[in-house]
């Protein structure tokens, strides 16, 4: 297991970008597959993209053409790009871990470590 901090949220307009980052420790990070997760209020969470050990990603299809998820292994970071913000992208983002390298599924339910969540508000 591993222990996840998210950074970056805030607020910003419609149209606008961020960058949110998950710092993980603990022993294994480059074995695990990582995740960002948001959740609106009223809502189920759900995926916004996710990432192999190795750097395969896949993402939600409301943000494909608009995030790019990455990873250092080297630096035990995940991060998340998010461009062209609209109002439906405001919820909490939470980073999440599984330790599966080769996992690239966008299901919640399938992720064992969450980080506290990131707060995105966008208006």
């Known amino acids: 297991h591993v222990q996840l901090v998210e950074s970056g949220g805030g607020s910003v307009q419609a149209g606008g970008s961020l960058r949110l980052s998950c710092a993980a420790s603990?022993?294994?990070?480059?074995?695990?597959?990582m995740g960002w997760f948001r959740q609106a209020p009223g809502k189920q969470r759900e995926g916004v993209g996710v990432i192999t050990n190795t750097g395969d990603p896949n993402y939600g299809d409301s943000v494909r053409s608009r995030s790019t998820i990455s990873r250092d292994n080297a630096k035990n970071t995940l991060s998340l790009q998010m461009n062209s913000l609209k109002p439906d992208d405001t919820g909490t983002y939470y980073c999440?871990?599984?330790?599966?390298?080769?996992?690239?599924?966008?299901?919640?339910?399938?992720?064992?470590?969450w980080g506290q969540g990131t707060p995105v508000t966008v208006s």
């Open positions: 999440a871990a599984v330790d599966y390298g080769s996992f690239c599924g966008g299901s919640p339910l399938a992720y064992d470590d």
């Open positions: 603990g022993y294994g990070y480059s074995g695990y597959s």
